[in-house]
Every structure is written in structure tokens, then in C-alpha cells.
């Protein structure tokens, strides 16, 4: 399932340039994970970057309003990496 930062966030941002899905965003110094691209690391890391790096036990924890088993997670990944693909081709060609 899709990650999310509580309220124990102490805005650090040692997360932030981790992500590889980029789906870790601030708003005044407030962290937030956009569950619509987070994979847990899915295709990228064994474990999730940001819960391994971030200094606040608990601070990052399973999103329980986005259940996804390991396969959706690695599905949602196959989607986000085509999609870059696909703006980067679009980028190079002028589209």
C-alpha cells in the first residue's frame, strides 16, 4: 500500500530527494506522499527509501485509505516509468 507521512514528520526533508517516484512533495515545511505515485520503492528498492532514511520512527507509514498488495504496487511502477518515458520522448520531439 501507498505510503503516508503523520503528523511526528519533523520536516527534515531527507525523504524528499530519495523518492524515486518523485511522490514526495512540501508545502510549507509540510511533507506529504502523493499516494497516486507512491510504490513503496516497488521496481526501484527492496524497502522504501524514505521509512529507511527518515531520522522519526513511525513518522512514514502505510497509507490504510490505499490497500495495494506488492503486485499493484509494481504494476503502479511499470505505469510511472512509462509515463516518463513517454514525456521525455515528447520533450525530445517538441510534442
Do not use: Q, W, Y
Not at 507521512?5 to 530527494?17: F, R
Amino acid at each position: 500500500m501507498a505510503l503516508m507521512i503523520t503528523d511526528e514528520c519533523i520536516s527534515c526533508g531527507v525523504c524528499l530527494p530519495e523518492c524515486p517516484n518523485e511522490a514526495i512533495v512540501e508545502d510549507n515545511g509540510v511533507f506529504r506522499i502523493r499516494g497516486g505515485r507512491c510504490t513503496e520503492c516497488a521496481g526501484f528498492f527492496d524497502e522504501p527509501k524514505c521509512r529507511e532514511l527518515c531520522p522519526v520512527s513511525e513518522c512514514i507509514v502505510p497509507n490504510p485509505r490505499r490497500p495495494e498488495t506488492r503486485e499493484m504496487l509494481l504494476e503502479k511502477h511499470r505505469r510511472l516509468e512509462l509515463r516518463k518515458r513517454v514525456e521525455a520522448a515528447m520533450k525530445v520531439t517538441g510534442l
